[in-house]
């Protein structure tokens, strides 16, 4: 394998360093405020300001810019800055601060609080305070210096003076006084150097002595979200702070420079020689990366010293001289081949050095991918310890910081990067950035119990890490999230007690709030609320949801005007919010929960003018119209006594309005039962009825319907009542027909009712419904008088139908199924004729027979009855040929149908007077009574006219009477009339027949000589 080396020194070219970007703090005062400002912060470096002492505070932070500066305010004596950060002195205890960010600007601002004279140390706290205290005491020294220069301007002068000589003998042999800004130094750039590089040049690599991190290091992840607390059961659901693990990719503090006496180990000897031996043959490329994310030229941002790259550099050899003599006999410089024994080609030794150097500008640029593939391949050598360290905590930084979005997926491996991390330093400064990296691991594994033991281990053995509470709150978080609400809740208030400055202290006492909700501590929740308000009182601007569930511990604890004053508060941050409406809501409930009725109509009707689309729109309407909250669920006598209570509103207008504007909802059922009830109230029972039948038609609850049906019944009664005391029955009918909702409640139906709409139903000659109402009582045998009659009513009904549809058999059903009845004497005879009557129709004379003789002898019977009785009975008689009693028979029928013709009688009937005369004829004529049978036949001509076809016939048979009675004259001219006038017909044939047959006759008796 062939490989470019190209060896130089890395100093040669210091002056070309591009200079990170330190962080300045500044003093300056606002009111009664006295305030650091720290800026420069393009790296966005985590900065935690903490109280150490009664009246000391100290910014964290590792970038601080190192000069001193004379501070004099209302609290601050001084402000010192060492290795910690920046250290507040101050004249008085009772103290806070606020610590507030504004993009690359962090202001912390100290102010008087009687408050802070309660706070006391922890012993961890006094212990790290004194840590501090040591290297405050040297920067105090400086500070009395300066102070004194101050007071002492002569001494001023010529410390300057003494300044700029050393200066200009700095320069003149070569050494910077001082490391220019970066201004100055691409200036003096840009005037030195060359106007072309060799190709030497283009591969140096320049490292700069430096604690801060470049300016195009990656951005730190997001901060703290918030996510939701718990609900209340009248307003939105509030949400607490969610919690993401904040990524520390700041470079390790205390990475330990390449010393000479690393370069002693037998592997760095090994490479340094190798690297000696081809100084002058070809280059390597030292740093093997992307390009667009690791330039050639790379700052070191995390070490003060550079890593030699040769023994000369390490000052382990003499330098050669600039100038060595050139053999033209020396084979040609450039590439050098490594081989083994036997001559094969090999891979070079790795070059530890500049390896190291190559994963340390990795590590501050932000390219872990290659943080962590130099760091594989330096494990495994035998480096001193601190080399080991840091090779080892890189590899599982870079590995979790490559995989903080998959860290599930490859948790086992960072488990075990990062135990051979520990196991490489237990005591190494960056560990409990490694443990706090084991949290996040842990419990996107799902495995609490390591992620509590190590966020537990932090907190005792690393309390004043910023990871600490970072943990902390993450472990809180996820028991939150597993509803394990006394873990969360006991490990929020470590880090609320513990770190009441730090930036998450104030995400921790949200999350209490909503733990110690959970668990039912409403008494506890209010004290934490008490404190977040005292402690943050701006919180609510950040998130409103945090008033929200402060409204609802109000409300449980029944401070009602607290809890209204702050959904107030809600409402007034933002009116047009999209829950607006469901505030407003909510503190109009609050008022009638203490009995405020005007305040809570004046609320309901701006959410109706407001919000006429919200949901509770038609709500706010009822409850202003009926005056308080009267919801569904009540009974009917429950929704009367509404209408009982004082009351300033019409409520049916307010009714209306709803049924009219919202038709859909709810309270537009509610609407029109109350609606009905209230004409009901009013004895407009009709409408109430109509109205209470149109709801219960409609698909609604079932408590709805339940009363709907029931306001029916009760506004349907005294309409029926009324209409049946006044016997209209056609009313009556109808209110049955218009309400069929109300049928069960008349189950079974009343004798009263059933007869007044079969009467009803007869008035409309609809006898077939009437006779289904009055069968009740043809199927019954009557227990009472009112059942009697209301039975023979219902019998002459089903009686007269039968014989005016002329259906016999229905007569004799009906007549047998009353013959158990004991029957008045009319009703009795008249079933008894009616019985015979239908049994002659349909063939049964033997049955009617008996029926007409016990009829016919029945004077009190009427006397229609009597003549058809005689009637049939001299119908029997003929055809028993009984020629006295069907003479008899028919005289009796005769004369009875005569009286009842001059009575006009309905039941008269000229065609029985006449078959009863032509019986009589007939009986008399075959009796040999002919002049009898003649007056018989002049009585019948009375029902014959001239015109009718039978009165040929009545001519016919009086001839045969006359010939009869021996007058052949007569007979003989009434013949020949008859076939004078019909010829053709039946009887002027039979008339020339008889003719012929006279004449024949006659003319036989003259030949025979017989008289």
Do not use: C
Not at 560 to 576: D, M, S, V
């Amino acid at each position: 394998m062939k490989i470019k080396i190209i060896l130089s020194a890395l100093l040669l070219t210091f002056a070309n360093i591009p200079f990170a970007h330190a962080l300045t703090w500044s003093f300056a005062q606002n009111n009664n405020f006295d305030q650091i400002i720290i800026s420069n912060n393009l790296n966005k470096e985590k900065i935690e300001t903490i109280r150490t002492d009664t009246n000391k505070i100290l910014i964290q932070g590792k970038n601080f810019d190192k000069n001193l500066q004379l501070v004099k305010g209302n609290l601050i004596t001084d402000v010192i800055p060492t290795e910690y950060g920046l250290t507040v002195l101050l004249n008085d205890n009772a103290f806070g601060f606020i610590q507030n960010t504004d993009k690359d600007t962090l202001i912390i601002g100290i102010y008087k609080d009687p408050l802070g004279a309660r706070w006391k140390p922890t012993e961890q706290r006094i212990e790290f305070n004194n840590q501090v205290s040591e290297k405050e005491e040297t920067v105090k020294a400086k500070l009395e210096e300066l102070k004194a220069e101050q007071k002492n301007p002569a001494n001023n002068a010529a410390t300057l003076q003494k300044k700029e000589t050393t200066q200009n003998t700095a320069a003149a042999s070569g050494v910077p006084a001082a490391i220019p800004s970066d201004k100055t130094a691409n200036s003096t750039q840009a005037e030195h150097s060359p106007q072309k590089q060799s190709p030497l040049a283009k591969h140096m690599l320049v490292a700069e002595a430096s604690t801060k991190a470049p300016a195009n290091q990656a951005s730190q992840p997001e901060p703290i979200k918030t996510e939701e607390l718990p609900a209340d059961k009248h307003a939105s659901e509030f949400t607490p702070p969610s919690v993401s693990y904040k990524l520390n990719t700041n470079p390790p503090t205390e990475a330990a420079p390449i010393t000479p006496e690393e370069l002693k180990t037998n592997e760095l000897k090994q490479q340094v020689t190798d690297k000696n031996k081809n100084s002058n043959s070809g280059s390597s490329e030292l740093i093997q990366q992307k390009q667009e994310n690791l330039p050639l030229v790379i700052e070191d941002k995390t070490h003060d010293t550079v890593i030699p790259n040769t023994p000369e550099e390490a000052g382990l050899v003499p330098a050669e001289p600039d100038k060595q003599e050139i053999n033209p006999d020396a084979p040609p410089v450039g590439e050098i081949i490594y081989v083994d024994e036997q001559g094969n080609e090999v891979p070079p030794p790795l070059d530890i050095p500049a390896t190291i150097q190559t994963m340390r500008k990795a590590y501050n640029l932000g390219v872990y991918e290659t943080v962590f593939e130099e760091a594989e391949k330096l494990k495994g050598f035998n480096l001193p310890k601190n080399l080991l360290e840091e090779i080892y905590y890189n590899r599982a930084k870079a590995f979790f910081i490559m995989n903080s979005t998959n860290i599930a997926n490859v948790g086992e491996q960072f488990i075990n990067f990062a135990h051979e991390a520990l196991n490489a330093s237990s005591e190494s400064s960056r560990k409990p950035e490694i443990l706090a990296d084991l949290v996040v691991t842990y419990l996107a594994l799902n495995r609490p119990e390591e992620a509590r033991a190590y966020t537990d281990m932090l907190y005792k053995n690393f309390p004043y890490s910023v990871d600490t509470p970072n943990a902390i709150l993450l472990l809180s978080d996820y028991y939150l999230k597993q509803n394990e609400y006394a873990i969360a809740s006991q490990y929020l208030q470590i880090l609320i007690d513990n770190y009441p400055d730090n930036t998450y202290a104030k995400n921790a006492a949200l999350l209490q709030i909503k733990a110690l909700h959970k668990l039912g501590n409403n008494e506890r929740t209010l004290s934490m609320i008490n404190f977040t308000d005292r402690r943050w009182p701006k919180v609510y601007l950040e998130s409103s949801d945090y008033l929200v569930i402060k409204a609802y511990i109000f409300e449980e604890q029944g401070l009602i005007q607290e809890a209204i004053a702050t959904y107030w508060q809600i409402f007034n941050l933002n009116p047009k919010a999209e829950n607006a409406g469901d505030i407003l809501f909510k503190i109009a409930n609050l008022y009638f929960d203490i009995n405020e009725k005007e305040s809570a109509k004046k609320v309901l009707n701006q959410l109706y003018q407001e919000f006429p689309e919200h949901k509770n729109a038609p709500k706010a309407l009822l409850y202003v119209g009926e005056n308080g909250r009267y919801d569904n669920g009540l009974s009917l006598d429950e929704t009367i006594q509404i209408f009982s209570e004082p009351n300033s509103e019409y409520p049916p207008k307010y009714y209306r309005k709803i049924i009219a504007e919202y038709p859909d909802s709810k309270e537009a059922v509610l609407a029109k039962l109350r609606l009905a009830t209230q004409t009901y109230l009013e004895k407009n029972y009709l409408e109430a009825a109509h109205l209470a039948q149109n709801l219960f038609n409609e698909n609604i609850d079932k408590i709805e319907s339940d009363n709907a049906l029931d306001l029916l019944h009760r506004a349907f009664n005294p309409l029926m009542e009324l209409s049946l005391a006044e016997q209209n029955f056609e009313r009556t009918l109808i209110l049955w027909e218009d309400f069929p909702a109300i049928h069960a409640f008349y189950e079974p139906i009343s004798v009263n009712l059933r007869m007044a709409m079969a009467r009803a139903y007869l008035n409309r000659d609809d006898t077939a419904k009437a006779e289904e109402l009055l069968t009740y009582f043809m199927d019954r045998t009557p227990k009472n008088d009112e059942e009697y009659q209301n039975g023979l009513y219902a019998y002459d009904i089903f009686l007269a139908h039968a014989i005016n549809k002329q259906d016999w058999n229905k007569v004799l059903e009906i007549n047998q199924k009353i013959s158990p009845w004991t029957l008045p004497v009319e009703k009795e005879n008249n079933r008894k004729y009616t019985t015979a009557l239908a049994a002659e129709n349909i063939g049964l004379e033997a049955r009617a027979l008996p029926l007409w003789q016990e009829l016919a002898a029945n004077e009190s019977i009427p006397l229609y009855q009597r003549a058809y009785a005689q009637y049939f009975i001299a119908r029997d008689a003929e055809k028993k040929q009984n020629l006295r009693g069907a003479y008899q028979a028919n005289l009796d029928a005769l004369a009875m149908f005569e009286d009842l013709r001059s009575m006009q009688s309905p039941y008269s009937s000229m065609e029985r007077e006449r078959e009863s005369i032509a019986a009589l004829m007939d009986i008399t004529e075959i009796a040999g009574r002919y002049t009898e049978s003649m007056e018989w036949l002049n009585r019948y001509r009375n029902y014959v006219s001239n015109t009718s076809t039978d009165y040929a016939g009545l001519q016919l048979r009086e001839a045969r009477l006359h010939k009869k009675m021996g007058d052949t004259t007569r007979w003989k001219s009434i013949l020949e009339d008859i076939r004078r006038r019909e010829p053709e017909s039946v009887y002027g044939k039979m008339a020339s027949s008889e003719l012929n047959t006279f004449e024949m006759a006659r003319d036989l008796t003259r030949f025979t000589g017989n008289n």
